[in-house]
């Protein structure tokens, strides 16, 4: 919700009495602004039944009294463009169908997604929303490009058997409709509250010292996220106490680079550019200090007689844990080339020489018998022997 009436629960009226209220459909995916009859007794809240172009809706009032007058000026809206009006309270017929008309939108969409891969169109269908009654259906796709779809829609309203309306939608509104989980754990803001959406740069990260990281800036609509815009007024008021120009600080032990800046704490870090293993925070006093003693054409001894203290205690207890945990001994699996040599190594150490009717020693290898290859073969006659 964009707005909610704190005060609504104390029975105080408003000063300010109109009969236009807000009424959102489908849980706050969409909204509008009907009159509401004084006799028809309807309340924030209330589930009602509204005249559209084509049947009726049905949705809750989110909105009535003078806060409806702000929500018209905040959208632009004029009160003479207010038309339509409230019919009736809804009752279990119309809430019925609602819910009906509900369920079907799975299905619709599933429907609707295949009749538009199948016709090769260059578009997402990313939400059905059916009105209340079932007659109409509003199909929310995002495209790159412009996209002739009157083809489309024939085929989508033989399917459907309802009137269709495509409605095209950016990638911030797609997220919106659909939600999710962002990267902070907690439900997409853009999907809750958030009711207007704002232009978010660069350089929001960079006065926040962000690292330009791509993926971690874009959020689930793959543009900057939104939250970027959030701390960054905080940021800008932090900046103005720090110098500008203030890249280079000159000294006589040499001149000193700025590193890196630590906005709430007001300090920044300088190395010697002769030497940058050394780094000096330098409070942000002593920049303006040493920077007035520059414009003049002085130069300071050093940066390090102007850096701060810094705080290097641990603030954790470790408890030495030596004896107290034991971790598993690791296990080597012993690859099949290593098994099968030292197998080998094991037979050739066992086993007699042939002639000597000594052993091998475990180091020594077998040594293999030539063989010749004008060997014939013996005769039953000579017993094997050669003459």
Same mark, same amino acid.
């Given at each position: 919700? /964009?707005?909610?009436?704190?005060?609504?629960?104390?029975?105080?009226?408003?000063?300010?009495?109109?009969? +236009?209220?807000?009424?959102?459909?489908?849980? @706050? &995916?969409?909204?509008?602004? =009907?009159?509401?009859?004084?006799?028809?007794?309807?309340?924030?809240?209330?589930?009602?039944?509204?005249?559209?172009?084509?049947?009726?809706?049905?949705?809750?009032?989110?909105?009535?009294?003078?806060?409806?007058?702000?929500?018209?000026? !905040?959208?632009?809206?004029?009160?003479?463009?207010?038309?339509?009006?409230?019919?009736?309270?809804?009752?279990?017929?119309?809430?019925?169908?609602?819910?009906?008309?509900?369920?079907?939108?799975?299905?619709?969409?599933?429907?609707?997604?295949?009749?538009?891969?199948?016709?090769?169109?260059?578009?997402?269908? /990313?939400?059905?929303?059916?009105?209340?009654?079932?007659?109409?259906?509003?199909?929310?796709?995002?495209?790159?490009?412009?996209?002739?779809?009157?083809?489309?829609?024939?085929?989508?309203?033989?399917?459907?058997?309802?009137?269709?309306?495509?409605?095209?939608?950016? #990638?911030?509104?797609?997220?919106?409709?659909?939600? @999710? +989980?962002?990267?902070? *754990?907690?439900?997409?803001?853009?999907?809750?509250?958030?009711?207007?959406?704002? /232009?978010?740069?660069?350089?929001?990260?960079? =006065?926040?010292?962000?690292?330009?990281?791509?993926?971690?800036?874009?959020?689930?609509? *793959?543009?900057?996220?939104?939250?970027?815009?959030?701390?960054?007024? $905080?940021?800008?008021? &932090?900046?103005?106490?720090?110098?500008?120009?203030?890249?280079?600080?000159?000294?006589? &032990?040499?001149? @000193?680079?700025?590193? !890196?800046?630590? +906005?709430?704490? *007001?300090?920044?870090?300088?190395?010697?550019?002769?030497?940058?293993?050394?780094?000096?925070?330098?409070?942000?006093?002593?920049?303006?200090?040493?920077?007035?003693?520059?414009?003049?054409?002085?130069? #300071?001894?050093?940066?390090?007689?102007?850096?701060?203290?810094?705080?290097?205690?641990?603030?954790?207890?470790?408890?030495?844990? $030596?004896?107290?945990?034991?971790?598993?001994?690791?296990?080597?699996?012993?690859?099949?080339?290593?098994?099968? /040599? *030292?197998?080998?190594?094991?037979?050739?150490?066992?086993?007699?020489?042939?002639?000597?009717?000594?052993?091998?020693? #475990?180091?020594?290898?077998?040594?293999?018998?030539?063989?010749?290859?004008?060997?014939?073969?013996?005769?039953? @006659?000579?017993?094997?022997?050669?003459?």
């Amino acid at each position: 919700m /964009s707005s909610f009436d704190w005060l609504s629960h104390l029975g105080v009226d408003d000063a300010f009495t109109t009969d +236009i209220v807000e009424v959102s459909f489908k849980d @706050g &995916a969409s909204k509008g602004f =009907y009159h509401a009859p004084p006799n028809l007794g309807v309340y924030t809240g209330d589930y009602v039944a509204v005249e559209t172009s084509n049947g009726y809706n049905v949705g809750c009032i989110s909105l009535s009294g003078e806060l409806v007058l702000l929500q018209l000026k !905040k959208k632009n809206v004029k009160e003479a463009k207010v038309t339509e009006s409230v019919l009736r309270k809804a009752n279990d017929r119309d809430l019925e169908k609602m819910h009906e008309a509900r369920r079907n939108e799975i299905q619709a969409l599933t429907t609707a997604r295949a009749i538009a891969r199948t016709n090769h169109m260059a578009m997402k269908v /990313s939400d059905v929303e059916f009105q209340g009654d079932g007659r109409k259906a509003t199909i929310y796709y995002t495209a790159d490009n412009r996209i002739d779809f009157r083809q489309l829609v024939r085929q989508f309203s033989h399917q459907l058997r309802v009137k269709i309306e495509m409605r095209q939608i950016g #990638p911030r509104q797609e997220s919106g409709r659909l939600g @999710g +989980i962002g990267s902070c *754990g907690r439900e997409l803001c853009c999907s809750t509250w958030l009711s207007d959406f704002q /232009s978010v740069n660069t350089a929001a990260a960079r =006065y926040q010292n962000i690292a330009i990281n791509q993926s971690k800036l874009s959020g689930q609509c *793959g543009r900057l996220k939104c939250c970027l815009n959030y701390e960054l007024n $905080t940021y800008m008021e &932090a900046l103005e106490a720090f110098p500008d120009k203030a890249d280079k600080l000159r000294t006589e &032990a040499g001149t @000193g680079q700025l590193v !890196k800046t630590d +906005i709430f704490k *007001g300090l920044m870090y300088y190395t010697y550019r002769e030497n940058r293993g050394l780094l000096f925070p330098l409070p942000v006093d002593k920049v303006h200090e040493i920077l007035a003693l520059n414009r003049e054409g002085k130069k #300071p001894a050093d940066l390090q007689s102007f850096q701060q203290a810094v705080d290097t205690r641990d603030d954790f207890v470790y408890e030495d844990v $030596t004896g107290a945990v034991e971790l598993p001994a690791e296990k080597r699996k012993r690859g099949t080339r290593s098994k099968k /040599s *030292g197998n080998r190594r094991k037979k050739a150490s066992g086993t007699p020489k042939a002639q000597g009717g000594g052993t091998h020693e #475990p180091n020594d290898k077998p040594r293999r018998k030539k063989r010749s290859r004008n060997r014939r073969k013996p005769r039953p @006659g000579d017993n094997g022997k050669k003459e």
